[in-house]
């Protein structure tokens, strides 16, 4: 039980920078992505339908990636019928499962049904038709499904994403293991980012973990943003990280508004709550009410939460618990940087990207009033046990 297995934590063994060798040798033989797809407006769709699949079944990170990188490679090339796509969507998610999982791990066919159900997928799989459409894909990849994605870097480089002479806000860091737990958060949260939007595929996967990990320091206001260590170990400058991090930036920066957003209707509905229920307080001698539907839903409401909040608060006060008074005093502007005050450091800039709203997907499995899904992975053999929630960064 004590000792650790070479498969699930690969990047912590004698072997790693072999490993990350041979990956990062992978790569360069990746097919181009040319975004020719005619139903490439319904990706998003489909890739939120893969994340929600994948967590359901508690796949790990690097399955779910590999399983929307197949998918986009296949849809690249073929003219694909809606119907079809559902097939095809599941059928990559169980190769990726199968390549990247164990066995005893892998989604069964009536649990991959009953998700899809649940999900509002009008689609019934059969074993026969699964089966024939995973050859085609195999066939269509050469038998090779060695496909590195960002995923398969990230834990590499979070290994080495935080040191003992780094600062945060200027001061030196009291807890790194705290700091690390912060950083492989946002460093998820980022690398979700970048599997939703085609775009990022015109970057190699090792430079998209390697700009996950560096706008997590800027995020986190950690200086300096990039190390030399970090370069040394990614083989990236800050030059080579400088278009894809203001993507990410971009993005983030989004997210925090809209976060911002309904976090204001939801403490204004709260609001309005409250005083439907001090008026109801004030009738109560003249008229018993046994049932109001506002006051039932203000348990809801209150469970509505921006949770970007709560680990940025949780991630300052674990930073500041340990400094004397005098010194909190000075550091009152700890909130994070915006992307305007980030962007004139930038040496490379790109085209503000128009921002794709996934299209609406009614969950069944979402019954109680969060704003994020929940997300557990498991292991695989180039990914250890991961648990974070997903699109959950708010301010």
Not at 61 to 86: G, S
Not at 366 to 380: N, V
Request: with cysteine; glycine share 2%; hydrophobic share 40%.
């Amino acid at each position: 039980m004590g000792i650790m297995r070479m498969e699930e934590q690969w990047w912590k063994g004698e072997l790693a920078a072999d490993i990350h060798q041979t990956l990062r040798m992978k790569e360069l033989k990746l097919p181009v992505y040319k975004a020719h797809s005619p139903q490439l407006g319904m990706r998003r769709y489909f890739t939120d339908l893969l994340t929600v699949l994948s967590s359901r079944c508690n796949l790990c990170p690097t399955a779910r990636h590999l399983a929307v990188y197949l998918l986009d490679l296949f849809m690249d090339h073929y003219d694909i019928t809606v119907k079809q796509l559902y097939v095809i969507s599941i059928a990559c998610l169980l190769l990726a499962s199968k390549f990247e999982e164990k066995e005893d791990r892998v989604p069964k066919l009536e649990q991959l049904n009953n998700l899809a159900y649940m999900c509002n997928v009008n689609v019934v799989l059969n074993k026969k038709d699964l089966l024939k459409m995973e050859l085609l894909l195999l066939e269509n990849f050469n038998w090779n499904l060695c496909l590195p994605t960002p995923a398969h870097y990230i834990d590499y480089y979070l290994f080495a994403s935080v040191g003992e002479k780094d600062l945060h806000n200027g001061w030196p860091i009291t807890s790194l293991t705290k700091v690390k737990a912060f950083m492989e958060k946002y460093a998820y949260y980022f690398l979700d980012f970048s599997v939703q939007d085609y775009a990022f595929l015109n970057f190699r996967p090792s430079l998209i973990a390697a700009a996950c990990v560096c706008a997590s320091r800027i995020c986190m206001q950690i200086s300096p943003s990039w190390t030399t260590q970090l370069q040394l170990l990614t083989c990236y400058s800050w030059e080579h990280l400088a278009q894809c991090i203001e993507m990410m930036l971009i993005y983030y920066e989004h997210d925090v508004k809209e976060a911002s957003k309904v976090k204001k209707q939801v403490t204004l509905q709260q609001q309005v709550v409250g005083t439907v229920n001090h008026q109801t307080t004030t009738q109560v001698l003249f008229q018993q009410s046994s049932y109001h539907p506002l006051a039932q839903h203000s348990t809801a409401l209150s469970q509505f939460q921006s949770p970007v909040q709560d680990l940025c608060s949780a991630y300052r006060d674990s930073l500041q618990a340990h400094r004397p008074s005098s010194l909190l005093s000075g550091s009152a502007s700890t909130s994070l940087h915006s992307y305007s005050a980030l962007q004139a450091s930038l040496q490379s800039s790109v085209q503000t990207l128009p921002i794709q709203g996934p299209i609406t997907m009614q969950v069944a499995i979402a019954t109680e009033p969060r704003h994020c899904i929940s997300m557990a992975y498991g292991s695989s053999y180039f990914s250890g046990h991961h648990s974070y929630t997903a699109r959950c960064f708010d301010r």
